[in-house]
């Protein structure tokens, strides 16, 4: 396993790639409904460019519909969200898509291809790049996530971690404003994690807008800027990490912390 060389190889490479182009989001009183249930409910978020909001809450309390609601795979009842200051509303779904990156708890690769061509083929239907172009792009996307040397690998021969690499890679490919983690490591096997963690949170150091549901309070203490605390479809709480962890004001937030830390 060489999860952590690679891990670390990442960092080199992310040193010489060229910058992101970090965009920013205003999520204004978002509702979101399905059906009679109330998911989201009047949520409002400032993210600004190239910083890293963590958002933690117990199951069910809306963290995965918002973050769907920011690439529009569900869409809002009410309110607006902004990117660089245009609605995504009045963006074409595709467009928005390649603006704002997602990736899954399940990596969602195609079994049947490559590393490689995982990474190619969201280029060349998605982006419309030409085949040796992307090849290129894609070689170079996987390097950045330490995979190098494993492109020509299927993901049934890859770790969970090397998978969900792959998975970043190809949301990278797109060259995307923002990109959305939604609970990245809770499929993998413990000793996994960090290689993805650290590959998050270097790609945070060098300027990417993310958005990170996560389970992982230590991550999210080092490596946000912001931490929103949801409940029941409300953001409870919203602030520097230092804020949410050492003084927590709700009780509600306190109660979570006590349980998850
Ligand atoms: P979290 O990611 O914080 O666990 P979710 O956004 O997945 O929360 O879910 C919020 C609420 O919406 C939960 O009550 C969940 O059962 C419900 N829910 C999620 N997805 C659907 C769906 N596709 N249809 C109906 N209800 C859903
Ligand atoms: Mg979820």
Not at 65 to 77: A, D, G, I
Not at 165 to 191: G, H, K, N, Q, Y
Not at 209 to 231: N, S
């Amino acid at each position: 396993e060489l999860e952590s060389g690679e891990a670390s190889a990442s960092l080199d490479g992310g040193a010489a790639s060229p910058a992101f182009k970090a965009g920013s989001l205003d999520v204004r009183d978002l509702d979101m409904a399905y059906g009679d249930l109330q998911v989201l409910k009047q949520i409002r978020l400032k993210v600004e460019p190239g910083t890293v909001t963590c958002i933690i809450g117990p199951s069910g309390s809306g963290k995965s519909t918002l973050l769907r609601c920011l690439n529009r795979l569900v869409e809002p009842k009410a309110g607006d969200v902004l990117l660089d200051g245009e609605s995504i509303l009045a963006m074409r779904p595709e467009r928005l898509r390649r603006r704002v990156g997602m990736v899954f708890q399940h990596f969602n690769l195609f079994p049947n291809h490559t590393a490689l061509e995982n990474v190619m083929l969201a280029l060349t239907r998605i982006k419309g790049t030409a085949t040796s172009q992307a090849r290129r792009q894609a070689e170079a996307r996987l390097a950045e996530v330490g995979l190098a040397a494993r492109k020509d690998y299927r993901p049934s021969r890859l770790s969970g971690g090397q998978q969900q690499r792959v998975a970043i890679a190809r949301a990278l490919a797109m060259d995307p404003e923002v990109i959305l983690f939604d609970e990245v490591t809770s499929a993998l096997d413990p000793e996994l994690v960090k290689g993805v963690l650290n590959l998050m949170a270097d790609l945070g150091r060098r300027g990417m807008t993310m958005i990170v549901v996560t389970h992982e309070m230590g991550f999210a203490r080092k490596v946000a800027d912001q931490v929103a605390f949801m409940d029941e479809g409300r953001i409870v709480e919203v602030g520097p990490p230092a804020d949410i962890f050492d003084r927590p004001k709700s009780p509600r937030l306190k109660q979570f912390l006590a349980e998850v830390l």
